[in-house]
């Protein structure tokens, strides 16, 4: 009896020790499924703008009654400062990371748009360092290892973003040639600037992140955070649009894939998406939500190449594994950093994420917080008490 009390509890911790991992695995097919679906929809006419507000009115009515419902007793008291912080949370993502990845996707295509995002981590460890969050000493090995990946993955970036070589197709999709033709189209005169909207949104995406840990400390309610900023989201990206948008017929959707762009991005990719970061990042930091980004640039390629027919460059292909090599090497720093800080030698500070006291309910009340467990492969087991 009492062994099998020992196997069901060791299968319970291994489950809780492999539920971040899961749930950033299945983020990534999210990820991957809107990619192909937003460009879709752009291909019928649908506006970034417009797509941006509307998938936030989407996740506003999802994820509201949770949070008034599941963190009641927990929510903290809202505060002109913590306030402020939401609308800049409501900003950086909802309005400006997203509005600048999707003009650069259309610009490039749905597959070089999610190999670029593979620079975000590098992006999230420099403006760290300007922050200074994270301390660099050049003489340890796993430090320099930061730097180095981080300079590494910048090189990738800049080769996809100068050299496109040959092109290819990976499997034979429908309706190649309309899109050959609004590919190259595009690729000629935009290539270089829709690279530039893609890095930028990284940055407006590292900038959510950096926010958001130090937002989680002084409202550590992630269901109620995700409902203000996708709320705050909503009037901010309707300003945006009002401004860019002046044909007022753009407004309008109907029973297509326009609609359905708005509902999966809204549920999966907003709503969802902002909850499971936040509780991860929590647990493991964002160095760890980050590094499962090259999963999703390899299932979008594959879908692009079979639902849109895409062709991949071979500069993309080169910049892609470049950049992620890179990205591995800054994950690998940050594991050491990870080691070094349980045997109490850390040299550097991780991103500010309150630790796990909370008293409420919790959607991954399973993943335990409080007690340290080592994974493999991210920078801390449990972030000392005081990010996505």
Known sequence: M?????????????????KPYLAMVSLQFGYAGMYIITMVSFKHGMSHWVLSVYRHVVATLIMAPFALVLERKIRPKMTLPIFLRLAALGFLEPVLDQNLYNMGMKYTSTTFASATINVLPAITFMMALV???ETVNLKK????????????????????????????????????????????????????????????????????????????????AELSMTSWICFLGIFEGAIATLIFERDMSVWSIGFDSRLLACVYSGVVCSGMAYYIQGVVTRERGPVFVTSFS???????????????????????????????????????????????????????????????????????????????????????????????
């Open 2 to 18: 009492e062994n099998g009390d020992q196997n069901s509890g060791g299968e319970l911790s291994m489950f809780r020790k492999l």
């Open 131 to 133: 922050f200074r969050l």
């Open 141 to 220: 090995i796993h430090s320099l290892a930061k730097v180095i990946g981080t300079a590494v993955t910048v090189s990738g970036a800049m080769v996809m973003t100068l050299y496109k070589g040959p092109e290819f197709q990976i499997v034979k999709g429908h309706g190649g040639s309309q899109h050959n033709s609004a590919s190259t189209d595009a690729s000629s005169q935009h290539w270089v600037l829709g690279t530039v909207m893609l890095i930028a949104s990284c940055g407006g995406w590292a900038s959510f992140f950096i926010l958001q840990s130090f937002t989680l400390k002084l409202y550590p």
């Open 294 to 388: 090259p999963l999703c640039m390899i299932i979008t390629a594959a879908l692009g190449s079979i639902v849109l027919a895409e062709q991949i460059h071979l500069g993309s292909i080169i910049g892609a594994i470049i950049i992620v090599t890179g990205l591995y090497t800054v994950v690998w720093g940050k594991s050491k950093d990870s080691l070094n800080t349980n045997a109490g030698k850390s040299e550097g500070q991780e991103l500010p994420i309150k630790d796990g006291t909370r008293s409420g309910p919790n959607l991954f009340e399973s993943i335990e917080v409080n007690v340290p467990v080592q994974m493999k492969g991210e920078g801390k087991s449990v972030l000392p008490a005081a990010r996505s």
